[in-house]
């Protein structure tokens, strides 16, 4: 009979109050869920509706105006498309190889105590605050390429448009320093996701490769690099936007010149260094509906690629075999 | 029929001395890339230490900001406001932060994961300039600049960063604590709140740590929130607030040496903050995997 008793009070107050906490706590955490995806949902639609009036006046030409005039009360994208494109080119081309050789280097060459370490050191790279890193460009990159750089290049190579120096300019404010600044950027991202994705490559295959008379090299090539496909290629789109998103390290660096010019070497301006260049001196309602039409651009294209690697990381399931 | 003779040597022939040469080559280079970033980090922190070191002194970490175009003053005012920044962020996403990680480890199910996760996840790769505007439009424009504002934009960047931790830390919790709370009788609860949140605590803090070293090197969210500040020390969370990263961003844009210099010096105390806290969460993180077995 003692078993009957210890029943009833276990459906008694304890019970009720156990009905309550977990009702409690279920509703607590999916709220705070729900603030999420709200949040997300309405960002998007706060940038969006803040746009409208330079989306009703311009519509999508927006996309293809060359003008910046307040007075004139014309606006256009495409050269902070231009720029955005630019830097983000000379920053991939810089950082994917390096990214991935140091991951490389981290998962199949150092010694475990050295793996620590470098490991560390490149993640901190990561921690550098990008107005920190921005300030770095601007007093020291900048004038260090403008110096040794570019003059260099202008002298030798001056007969490609891409690295002629135009009058007035030095190169210390440039779409190349922002490229480089970018890259700086970049690099720790692309080595931390693609050296998670080495060290999961089955040991037994990289083992194989090796049994059958590869150099470390070739199983790299053979094993490492071609089964990590698909994270290597999220990995680099992630690596993307971030240089994508980058404002404020960018618009120390870029020297804000609205133009679209041939030479790396020349000021210019991104998405987002020109919301930030802009934003504080906005004197009409149009130009800070067309600074949010900019912004809306940059969140379609951030969304776009940050789903592209959502995609390509579960429809790979690259973490899932890390686990 | 002869014995087979042995045409294959076993020397190497120019093929393997070319696959060893190749193989040489990108492990020099892999070596060289790691080697070239650490050394980028050095001189980037060589550069601030350098710089910054001469200009920092006593009078200048508890001074009232600069009065333009005069020499003297200090940095208190953007120390003080950056910590209450960063503090009212950490209040608003670490219990934030911690639920959705719950939800999505603990009680999501079917339907309703994908879309928190992808918001979470969207999230993260949100740039700090979009967080900007989105502040700017819902909470500044119209009204005032206010810390408060800023801080909910850090809150965005913290956020997820803090369910990612969490989530990761959830998951290391061994299914047997989970299975035995349940097995004596209790609910979820006090399984949750008694057992699994106590035991992911350090994870939970080192990615704790971790945000607010992010947060408070960010920039763009606050120059649109908290942009425009006096020179006096300020703690009211209602006004702007002056901030180390928006103060070394202007002060890197002027043309005066005398702001350069103030520059470094600031960007000094934040660069040290920063690493010392990002190191500390990184050790942390490392030494808590290595207890839970990863």
Redesign the interface.
């Known amino acids: 009979m003692a078993t009957v008793s210890t029943t009833d009070q276990?459906q008694g107050r304890g019970r009720l109050l156990?009905?309550i906490?977990?009702k409690?706590?279920?509703g607590?955490?999916?709220?705070?869920?729900?603030?999420?995806?709200a949040?997300?949902i309405?960002?998007a639609w706060?940038?969006f509706?803040?746009a409208h009036l330079s989306f009703s006046q311009f519509g999508i030409s927006f996309l293809w105006g060359t003008t910046w005039d307040v007075n004139k009360a014309i606006f256009g994208a495409l050269p902070a498309l231009f720029g955005t494109a630019v830097t983000c080119t000379i920053a991939m081309v810089i950082a994917a190889?390096?990214g991935l050789?140091?991951a490389?280097?981290?998962s199949?060459?150092?010694p475990r105590s050295v793996q620590?370490v470098?490991g560390?050191?490149?993640?901190?790279?990561a921690?550098?605050?990008?107005?920190?890193?921005?300030?770095?460009g601007?007093?020291?990159l900048g004038p260090f390429v403008a110096d040794h750089g570019v003059r260099w290049l202008d002298r030798w190579l001056g007969f490609i448009p891409l690295f002629k120096t135009s009058e007035g300019q030095n190169g210390a404010s440039s779409l190349f320093v922002a490229g480089l600044i970018l890259a700086?950027m970049v690099?720790?991202i692309v080595?931390s996701i693609c050296r998670e994705l080495f060290v999961s490559v089955p040991t037994e295959l990289e083992e194989a490769a090796l049994a059958l008379g590869a150099?470390?090299?070739?199983m790299?090539r053979g094993v490492t690099l071609s089964s990590s496909k698909a994270g290597i290629g999220a990995a680099l789109i992630?690596g993307l936007?971030r240089a994508?998103?980058?404002?404020?390290a960018v618009a120390?660096v870029i020297g804000a010149g609205y133009v679209i010019k041939g030479s790396l070497f020349n000021t210019g301006d991104t998405l987002?260094s020109r919301?930030?260049a802009q934003?504080?001196g906005w004197s009409t309602k149009l130009q800070l509906a067309s600074?949010?039409y900019l912004?809306a651009i940059?969140?379609v294209i951030?969304?776009f690629?940050?789903?592209m690697?959502?995609v390509i990381v579960r429809r790979f399931n690259v973490y899932g075999r890390a686990r | 029929m002869a014995a087979v003779e042995p045409t294959i040597t076993l020397r190497g022939d120019g093929h393997t001395r070319r696959?060893?040469i190749?193989?040489r080559?990108?492990?020099a280079?892999?070596?060289?890339?790691?080697v070239?970033?650490?050394a980028?980090?050095a001189v980037?922190?060589l550069?601030?230490a350098k710089r910054g070191a001469s200009e920092l002194s006593w009078t200048f970490l508890t001074s009232d900001l600069p009065v333009p175009f005069t020499p003297g003053g200090g940095i208190a005012p953007l120390i003080v406001g950056s910590a209450i920044l960063v503090g009212i962020a950490t209040l608003i996403a670490l219990?934030?932060g911690v639920?959705?990680a719950?939800?999505?480890e603990?009680?999501?199910s079917g339907w309703?994961r994908p879309?928190?996760q992808?918001?979470?996840?969207?999230?993260t790769?949100?740039?700090?300039?979009?967080?900007?505007?989105?502040i700017?439009?819902?909470l500044v424009?119209g009204h005032a600049q206010s810390a408060v504002a800023g801080s909910i934009g850090l809150a965005?960047v913290m956020?997820p960063l803090i369910?990612r931790s969490t989530q990761e830390v959830l998951r290391l919790v061994p299914s047997a604590q989970r299975e035995g709370a349940y097995a004596l009788?209790a609910?979820?609860?006090?399984t949750?709140?008694g057992i699994i949140l106590p035991s992911s605590l350090g994870g939970i803090l080192t990615g704790t740590v971790l945000a607010i070293?992010?947060a408070?090197?960010?920039?763009?969210p606050l120059?649109?929130a908290t942009?425009i500040f006096g020179s006096a020390l300020g703690f009211n969370p209602f006004h702007a607030l002056p901030n180390m990263?928006v103060q070394?961003?202007i002060w890197?844009?002027s043309g005066d040496p005398e702001d350069?210099k103030r520059?470094?010096a600031t960007?000094l105390v934040?660069?040290v903050f920063?690493?010392i806290a990002?190191?500390a969460g990184?050790?942390a993180l490392?030494a808590s995997r290595r207890k839970l077995g990863r």
């Open positions: 276990l156990d009905r906490g977990d409690l706590l279920y607590l955490t999916a709220a705070a869920s729900l603030l999420a995806v949040t997300i309405l960002i706060k940038i509706r803040s190889p390096l050789a140091i490389l280097f981290l199949e060459i150092a620590v470098i560390s050191l490149v993640e901190t790279l921690a550098v605050p990008s107005v920190v890193l921005g300030l770095w601007i007093l020291v700086i690099v720790p080595a150099t470390r090299w070739e790299v992630l936007g994508l998103g980058e404002a404020i120390q987002a919301i930030v934003y504080q600074l949010f912004a940059l969140l951030g969304l690629t940050n789903l690697a959502q | 696959r060893k190749a193989n080559l990108a492990e280079m892999a070596t060289l890339a790691a070239l970033a650490v980028v980090l980037v922190v550069a601030v219990p934030l639920c959705i719950v939800f999505l603990e009680f999501a309703l879309p928190v992808l918001a979470v996840d969207l999230m790769g949100l740039p700090s300039v979009i967080i900007g505007v989105f700017f439009s819902l424009y965005i956020l369910t009788g609910s979820r609860w006090r949750v709140v070293a992010r408070a090197g960010e920039t763009a120059l649109f942009g990263p070394i961003f890197s844009e350069q520059a470094w960007a934040l660069l920063v690493l990002s190191l990184r050790i490392l």
